[in-house]
């Protein structure tokens, strides 16, 4: 994995920890609702 997919895989990570479920405010990536990110070139 080159350098630029793997800052591109934690500025995605950063935001996504951004999105909060309402009903328990608590962010999906707590939940571990995303396991995973797949980049394509």
């Given at each position: 994995?080159?350098q ?29 609702l ?5 980049i394509?070139?």
């Amino acid at each position: 994995m080159t350098q630029d997919i793997k800052q591109l895989r934690v500025k995605i990570f950063d935001k996504l920890s951004e999105i909060v479920d309402p009903e328990i405010n608590t962010s999906i990536t707590e939940l571990e609702l995303i396991d995973d990110v797949d980049i394509e070139d």
